[in-house]
C-alpha cells in the first residue's frame, strides 16, 4: 500500500475552500483581503472627499500592485495595506513624490521624544 501526499501550496483559507473545498484550521497563510472601499475607509476619507487626487492616486496604487496584495494576516495589516493608507491620507498631490510616501521611513515615536525633551 503507498501513501500519496499533495501540495496544495501557501494559500489562504479562502482560496483553499473556493478551489479545493477545503480549509484548514489554524492556517499559517490565511488572510483576509481588504477592498479598495476597505481602504478608503480605513484612510479615513470619506464619498464627499473623494477628488481627482485621491482617484489618481487610486490609479497608481493599481498600476503598484497594492490593492491586489493589501490585507488583514495573523501578523496584523500587510505592508501593502499600510502604505496605501500611508498614501491616500497623504496631503501629498504630486505624483512624483508618491513613491517617496511608500516607501518613506519613519523613525520610531521614541526616537521623536527623545529629540525633543
Same mark, same amino acid.
Do not use: C
Given at each position: 500500500?503507498?501513501?500519496?501526499? $499533495?501540495?496544495?501550496?501557501?494559500?489562504?483559507?479562502?482560496?483553499?475552500?473556493?478551489?479545493?473545498?477545503?480549509?484548514?484550521?489554524?492556517?499559517?497563510?490565511?488572510?483576509?483581503?481588504?477592498?479598495?472601499?476597505?481602504?478608503?475607509?480605513?484612510?479615513? $476619507?470619506?464619498?464627499?472627499?473623494?477628488?481627482?487626487?485621491?482617484?489618481?492616486?487610486?490609479?497608481?496604487?493599481?498600476?503598484?500592485?497594492?490593492?491586489?496584495?493589501?490585507?488583514?494576516?495573523?501578523?496584523?495589516?500587510?505592508?501593502?495595506?499600510?502604505?496605501? $493608507?500611508?498614501?491616500?491620507?497623504?496631503? $501629498?498631490?504630486?505624483?512624483?513624490?508618491?513613491?517617496?510616501?511608500?516607501?518613506?521611513?519613519?523613525?520610531?515615536?521614541?526616537?521623536?521624544?527623545?529629540?525633543?525633551?
Amino acid at each position: 500500500m503507498f501513501q500519496v501526499f $499533495i501540495s496544495y501550496g501557501p494559500h489562504a483559507n479562502l482560496k483553499l475552500f473556493n478551489e479545493y473545498g477545503f480549509a484548514i484550521q489554524g492556517n499559517p497563510h490565511d488572510s483576509l483581503p481588504l477592498s479598495k472601499d476597505d481602504l478608503v475607509n480605513a484612510a479615513g $476619507i470619506g464619498k464627499s472627499a473623494h477628488d481627482g487626487v485621491v482617484e489618481e492616486k487610486i490609479k497608481f496604487l493599481k498600476l503598484q500592485g497594492l490593492l491586489k496584495s493589501a490585507a488583514l494576516n495573523r501578523e496584523g495589516v500587510t505592508w501593502s495595506a499600510l502604505g496605501v $493608507i500611508r498614501l491616500l491620507k497623504s496631503s $501629498i498631490s504630486n505624483p512624483d513624490r508618491w513613491m517617496d510616501v511608500l516607501y518613506s521611513v519613519r523613525k520610531p515615536l521614541s526616537q521623536k521624544r527623545k529629540k525633543k525633551g
